[in-house]
Structures are given as C-alpha cells and as structure tokens.
C-alpha cells in the first residue's frame, strides 16, 4: 500500500469523523424567566405548530408526546417536551433548545432525525427560539416515555448527518421580501409554521423539492393540498385569513383529515395581523 493511498484514507477518516461527530460550537444562552417571555412563548408554541405534534393522545393538556408519525421510512413517536428531567426536557439549557430547534441537534450533539422540523426552524429567531423554552419550562412536568422509533433498518441517526448536508446543497437562497408584511408571512409560513414540511413534495431520500415548493405532499392519509399561488387562484387575502381562523373554504367546505388540528391549535390561534401576514405571502409574494 503507498504512501499516497494511505494519505487518501486518512484524508476521508478525517472528513467523515469532521462530518459526522464534530459538535456544534454555540454560544451559551439562558432560559428567559420574564413573565413578557413566558407569553410570548405561548404565543410562539402555537404558531410553531409545536402542540398539533406534541399533545399527548391521552391527555388533551399536556405536551407530553407520544403520538405517531406514519411516514415512507417508518413511524416517528414524539418525544415529551415538558420539563420533566427524567422523561423529558426539564434539564434543557437555553443553547439545548437552539441546538435542537435550529440545527437538529440532541444536547449530546446526536443527530435529530428531520420529523423534527428543524431545516425549517434553523431561519428562527434565536430570541424565539428561547421564549418558547421559556414558556415550555414554565409547564406542569408530567413523566412519559415514548415509544421507540419503528423505523426501516437502513436509516440511522448517523445517516442525517450526511442527510443534512445534501439537504444543504438542495435548498436555495429565498427571497428577502421588501413588503414587511409578506416577509412576516414567508417568515411564519417557511420558519415557524414550516407548512412546506407537509404541502412540499419531497425526493427519493425525503430532501423537500424546492422547485415544486407548496405544490402538495404525501400525508400518512391522503394528500397535502397544493397551496400555490396558481393553486389560490380563486381565493382571496381574506378569505385565506378567515379559512386560518376557521378552516372554512371560500366554497363553504370545512377543512379535514390532519390539517383540522393544525387550524384548531397553530393558526387560528394567531393574532389576524399575523394570519393576513400569511396570507400576503401565499398569495403575492411567492
């Protein structure tokens, strides 16, 4: 074996060992205690879609997981997201939240697997990011374990790693919108209400298809509409504002199947300055 063979072995250890273990450098952030914070994070906790995935099927109070996630590459169990410290995320620091939220990180630096929706949370706020911690730590602590992942054999936590990066390459530069309000609108739709993790439809290896953004998706039943602008055609700002308040279409039909809880708990929660805010992105500033 020469020298220069080797050298390309090590070379690629090298790079794999970078690529797949190195932790993430962050800057140490604290929880917010402030009552303005905790309500903010309330606010925040809806409009990132956290309750719809996190409520625990049992109990219609607690954010204590437990439900599942029927996908192509297996079923996801959502894990207790309340300040339980044995269970759940009691001894999460403010950097434990950024880490998780925006880079798909566990605090051990272990790999999320993207049923958490971080490639969209990673354009959050960082100040989001730690009202919603804030409000999270502020709950009632309820012990729950959920089950383990059912998922195919192929797909490790290693593998997100590589998955990550790929999906780096995938995404394109968006757009800075000049009009506050539709920038508010990309900034729920994209960031914090993530709607392109169900209505983007996604390639063989599950990286969404940006050139096809908001153009439908597979759900574990049926189909996520196709909510383009073309696809809006027939629609106007308010009656979009008034089906997120609502679920009511322009036709009268009430909406159902999974996005009926994404109404109950994300969006109509929402101040209306926000659900117009969406709105004006979906219909003017794709």
């Not at 995320?89 to 051990?108: C, E, M, Q, V, Y």
């Not at 049923?115 to 100040?127: T, V």
């Not at 629609?235 to 199947?257: Q, R, S």
Request: hydrophobic share 35%; net charge negative.
């Amino acid at each position: 074996m020469n020298a220069r063979f080797i050298l390309i072995i090590l070379i690629t250890i090298a790079g794999a060992t970078w690529l797949l273990y190195r932790p993430l450098s962050l800057t140490e952030q604290a929880i917010p205690e402030s009552e303005d914070s905790i309500a903010r994070g309330e606010y925040l906790v809806h409009a990132a879609g956290c309750i719809s995935c996190h409520l625990d099927p049992g109990d219609s109070e607690a954010l204590s997981g437990g439900q599942a996630l029927v996908s192509e590459f297996g079923t996801f169990y959502v894990p207790n997201i309340t300040p339980d410290t044995d269970t759940g995320i009691g001894s999460w620091t403010g950097t434990d939240f950024i880490r998780a939220l925006k880079h798909g990180r566990a605090p051990d630096n272990s790999f999320y697997y993207p049923a958490l929706p971080y490639r969209s949370y990673q354009g959050m706020e960082d100040q989001d990011v730690l009202d919603i911690a804030a409000y999270l730590m502020a709950q009632e602590p309820v012990q729950s374990i959920s089950p383990p992942h059912e998922l195919r054999p192929d797909l490790n936590r290693w593998l997100m790693a590589v998955w990550n990066r790929l999906a780096d390459l995938a995404e394109p530069d968006f757009p800075d919108y000049d009009d506050p309000q539709v920038r508010r609108g990309a900034y729920l739709a994209r960031n914090l209400g993530h709607c392109g993790e169900c209505h983007t439809p996604r390639n063989g290896l599950g990286i969404p298809r940006y050139d096809s953004e908001y153009s439908g998706g597979p759900l574990a039943e049926g189909e996520a509409d196709d909510i383009t602008r073309a696809a809006l055609e027939d629609w106007n700002e308010e009656d979009f504002a008034f089906f997120l308040f609502l679920g009511i279409k322009p036709d009268g039909e009430f909406v159902g199947g999974e996005m009926e809880p994404v109404i109950e708990h994300n969006t109509s929660p929402l101040t209306q300055e926000d659900r117009e805010a969406l709105a004006a992105f979906f219909l003017r500033g794709e």
